[in-house]
Structures are given as C-alpha cells and as structure tokens.
C-alpha cells in the first residue's frame, strides 16, 4: 500500500521533468516556396527539433523544439548559416549568395516580383 501511495505522491514530478518541449515563433526573412521548403526541411532535420513551419507571407516561424537538445540561438544560428535573416541573426553573405535567384530576399526587384 505505501508503493502505490508514493508512486501516486511521484507521478506528476515524473511527468513534468519529462516535459522540456518548447515552443517558438520568430521571423525568418523569405519569399518564396523555396524558401519555405528549404527552411522547414532543414530546420526539423535538427535534433531536438520536433515540428517547423513557416509562414512565406508573414515570415514566422513556428517551432517545437526540446530545450535539453537544442537552445533556441542555435535554431536561430543554424537558420542563418543557411541563408536566411532572422530577427536576432544576419545570415552570412556567404550563405546569403549561394541562395538561388528568386530567393534573394534581400533585394527589393525579387521581393516586389512575390507580391
């Protein structure tokens, strides 16, 4: 009888300390269905990232993501390296430039030819 009375009393530290999903919405700068799917496919390769959208005509993203796998600035890092501008990190011109052409969202002729 005292098992169960401390297994019931242990039960919710249990289930909280499994808990360490975040989530997060954060702009990442795009135009385009390329973008989008370069982004989502990319991003929910991550470890520790369990579910990426993007929005291509607001530019938020939408992550679930398991804080003891990955830290949310990684995320921001990682989105970044692959091109894209997010509010807390400039991509590289390195990486900015390999995007293809009509993802160059950086410049006002490509961004007009989306709207």
């Given at each position: 009888m005292r098992r169960y009375i401390l297994i019931i009393l242990f039960m919710p530290f249990m289930i909280i300390a499994q808990n360490s999903n975040a989530k997060?919405?954060?702009k990442v700068?795009?135009?385009c269905g390329m973008c989008k799917?370069?982004?989502e496919n990319s991003t929910i390769k991550l470890k520790g990232v369990k579910s990426s959208k993007w929005n291509v005509n607001t530019g938020q993203i939408s992550l679930i993501f398991n804080?003891?796998?990955i830290k949310?600035?990684?995320i921001h890092q990682f989105i970044a390296d692959l091109g894209h501008d997010t509010d807390k990190?400039?991509?590289p011109d390195l990486a900015y430039n390999s995007l293809d052409a009509c993802c160059k969202y950086r410049d006002p002729t490509?961004?007009?030819d989306h709207q």
């Open positions: 997060a919405n954060f700068d795009g135009v799917v370069r982004i804080e003891k796998k949310l600035n990684d990190i400039k991509a490509v961004v007009m």
